[in-house]
């Protein structure tokens, strides 16, 4: 949060990159005590979600700056790739994201159909939106970006 107000960078992910999820039983003891500790002191099964290099889970950003890297692409309609395509989308453009150190931790929680690649069409369309801005050079993913609506 001090490095976004202090104007050092666009993008801060407030973990070092891991991104542990934690189980049904230990999520609602987490959610029961509200202490940390809980997950960081004791020895819970936990498993990395992304491996140890995760750009998903959360994010802050500086507002004014992100605007001028697309802030969301609106492209992304379900669940996919939008955590990575962000995190390269900013690294194409010159601008890498920072990381604080510590863990961020997935509570447990029921998922719906939006939590996956349930519909086929649908998961190849994000995909592609994926590849196809990750295969950009900077000026053509300006020129593109510069087509997106939601960023006039």
Same mark, same amino acid.
């Given at each position: 949060?001090?490095?976004?107000?202090?104007?050092?960078?666009?993008?801060?992910?407030?973990?070092?990159?891991?991104?542990?999820?934690?189980?049904?039983?230990?999520?609602?003891?987490?959610?029961?005590?509200?202490?940390?500790?809980?997950?960081?002191?004791?020895?819970?099964?936990?498993?990395?979600?992304?491996?140890?290099?995760?750009?998903?889970?959360?994010?802050?950003?500086?507002?004014?700056?992100?605007?001028?890297?697309?802030? *969301?692409?609106?492209?992304?309609? %379900?669940?996919? /790739?939008?955590? =990575?395509?962000? +995190?390269?989308?900013?690294?194409?453009?010159?601008?890498?994201?920072?990381?604080?150190?510590?863990?961020?931790?997935?509570?447990?929680?029921?998922?719906?159909?939006?939590?996956?690649?349930?519909?086929?069409?649908?998961?190849?369309?994000?995909?592609? *939106?994926?590849?196809?801005?990750? %295969?950009?050079? /900077?000026?053509? =993913?300006?020129? +593109?970006?510069?087509?997106?609506?939601?960023?006039?």
């Amino acid at each position: 949060y001090a490095r976004i107000l202090q104007s050092q960078t666009t993008m801060v992910y407030p973990y070092d990159g891991r991104f542990w999820g934690v189980d049904d039983f230990f999520s609602s003891i987490f959610c029961k005590y509200k202490k940390i500790t809980i997950l960081t002191n004791v020895d819970i099964p936990k498993y990395l979600m992304a491996g140890y290099y995760s750009v998903g889970g959360a994010f802050l950003v500086n507002v004014q700056s992100y605007k001028t890297f697309g802030w *969301e692409n609106e492209y992304f309609t %379900g669940w996919g /790739p939008e955590d =990575l395509e962000r +995190y390269h989308r900013l690294e194409i453009l010159g601008e890498k994201p920072e990381r604080i150190s510590g863990s961020l931790y997935h509570l447990y929680h029921t998922r719906g159909v939006n939590s996956g690649d349930f519909d086929e069409k649908l998961a190849l369309e994000t995909k592609k *939106e994926y590849i196809h801005v990750c %295969g950009m050079l /900077p000026d053509e =993913l300006r020129e +593109y970006m510069n087509t997106w609506d939601w960023i006039k």
